[in-house]
């Protein structure tokens, strides 16, 4: 097996498993910000597809071909991180599979020891080698999956780590949460 292969599926079921997270959750539960950051479900759609776009295109000579007006210079602060009232869920998942698209791409066309630019990044690191980018985008994305299970746990209850396996133990919740709780007190 090669190294891409390794890799790739690693980072298709992180975006999967991102975009799960938004399977059944209302248009109020997906725009909902649940941290004192705003983070909210749809936003990190916005905001994955966006950085994924930017590292395996931008980033090697391969602009993806779409405008992602919430990058430009003039957009207001974190507008990749949430989505308009105008933008739609629908909007966002179809533009994040043209992203993966795009992407998959990039990964297929290009040696794995390819050196891209990384503006953005401090000049001793700026010349990273597709690996290193097809690895932190994958980190990324698992990062940002994780944001995900929390806020739509938090925002309706909804848990688990992936479609096909929840990954969550048969045990009386609410009992469990109590337990913790009482060590947590402990300590106050």
């Known amino acids: 097996m090669s190294e891409k292969d390794d890799l790739t599926p690693y980072l298709q079921r992180a975006r999967e498993d991102l975009l799960w997270k ?3 959750a209302s248009e109020y539960v997906v725009r909902r910000p649940l941290t004192p950051t705003g983070t909210n479900l749809l936003g990190l759609v916005k905001h994955v597809a966006s950085v994924e776009a930017g ?8 602009p993806f071909p779409e405008a992602l007006p919430w ?4 957009a207001g602060p974190n507008a990749d991180l949430w989505a308009t009232a105008e933008e739609t869920r629908g909007q966002f998942v179809a533009l994040y599979r043209r992203v993966w ?3 998959d791409a990039t990964i297929a066309e290009l040696d794995l020891d390819t050196t891209g630019t990384v503006p953005w990044w401090p000049v001793e690191r ?3 080698t597709l690996r290193r980018v097809l690895v932190h985008v ?3 994305t698992s990062r940002h999956a994780g944001h995900a299970d929390i806020v739509r746990e938090l925002a309706d209850g909804a848990a688990g780590m992936r479609q096909v ?3 969550l133990a ?3 919740w609410p009992a469990h949460v109590r337990r913790l709780q009482e060590v947590a007190d402990r300590f106050r």
């Open 165 to 167: 396996n929840d990954n």
């Open 71 to 74: 990058l430009d210079e003039d």
């Open 55 to 62: 590292y395996l295109g931008d980033v090697f000579g391969r």
């Open 170 to 172: 048969q045990t009386d």
């Open 22 to 24: 938004l399977d059944g």
């Open 138 to 140: 994958l980190a990324e």
């Open 101 to 103: 698209a795009h992407s």
């Open 126 to 128: 700026r010349h990273p």
